[in-house]
């Protein structure tokens, strides 16, 4: 299989003012005060939370998505994207990043009075010089999309046989991570049916309709994102698929309900 053809590298950064700051003033007070030394540090929140709250929302749901639709691969934080979510992915995030976008606009626009509104919460520990004149460069997400590594890209001047090893060693190393990725995605999904075999398991154990939705879109998801075209996980989804009933029909039918985790155990079973 031919990864190259199949996946991409895709790395998420996203920036954000944390509206706090260090006071080595006060951290020293209280340390005389307590004669103590370095017993913490006095970081001050310049803002209300609720200031920032849309925006970190906002980057909340952007990470969520970008993790669920792509596949750990780097530990410097580049994710598999399979070429066949593609096409959702860009779509949704950049839903994602306009809502961000909005959020940032917003705070940016009442910015004036946010420094006002924290002079009078700050009283005496206001300090003016703590609120950076370019908050807009404060705030950003980026997206970068790089092909995966291949061997056959090689093109520097070494013997033969240490140029066949380095290939080698990148060889084993996309299959090594792919391999992860792999059981990264079918750990997910038995994450998804055990959570759900103990939310069903008590016969009068409340659940809300999301833990079929949640499943529903796992069903969806796990065929673009199995790359290396798992078995075991082709056959999850089949196994997931057929449980996705009516929720309602699960909460007044019980022997349906006992149907569905037996058949969760066997699924966990694979």
Request: proline content about 3%; cysteine-free; aromatic content about 8%.
């Amino acid at each position: 299989m031919n990864i190259t053809d199949k996946a991409m590298l895709v790395s998420l950064s996203i920036r954000q003012w944390t509206a706090r700051k260090y006071d080595r003033k006060i951290t020293e007070e209280v340390n005389h005060t307590h004669q103590s030394k370095d017993a913490g540090r006095f970081n001050k929140l310049l803002i209300e939370k609720k200031r920032l709250s849309p925006i970190q929302s906002a980057s909340n749901k952007i990470r969520i998505f970008h993790y669920e639709n792509t596949l750990a691969w780097a530990d410097e934080g580049d994710r598999l994207l399979p070429v066949a979510n593609f096409f959702d992915y860009s779509q949704k995030i950049n839903e994602l990043k306009t809502e961000f976008e909005h959020a940032v606009n917003e705070f940016i626009g009442d910015y004036d009075l946010i420094i006002k509104e924290a002079q009078a919460n700050l009283n005496g520990l206001f300090n003016p010089l703590d609120y950076p004149s370019d908050i807009r460069d404060r705030f950003g997400i980026k997206f970068s999309f790089m092909p995966v590594p291949d061997s056959s890209d090689f093109r520097i001047s070494v013997s033969k046989d240490v140029l066949d090893e380095m290939k080698r060693t990148l060889n084993e190393e996309v299959s090594d991570r792919l391999d992860n990725a792999t059981r990264s995605l079918k750990s997910k999904i038995k994450d998804q049916l055990l959570y759900m075999r103990d939310r069903l398991s008590e016969q009068n154990s409340i659940f809300r309709d999301s833990l079929f939705g949640n499943l529903e879109s796992l069903v969806d998801l796990s065929p673009k994102l199995n790359i290396a075209q798992d078995k075991s996980i082709e056959m999850l989804t089949l196994g997931m698929r057929d449980i996705l009933v009516n929720p309602q029909d699960v909460r007044e039918n019980y022997t349906l309900r006992k149907n569905i985790v037996v058949k969760i155990n066997d699924l966990l079973q694979m």
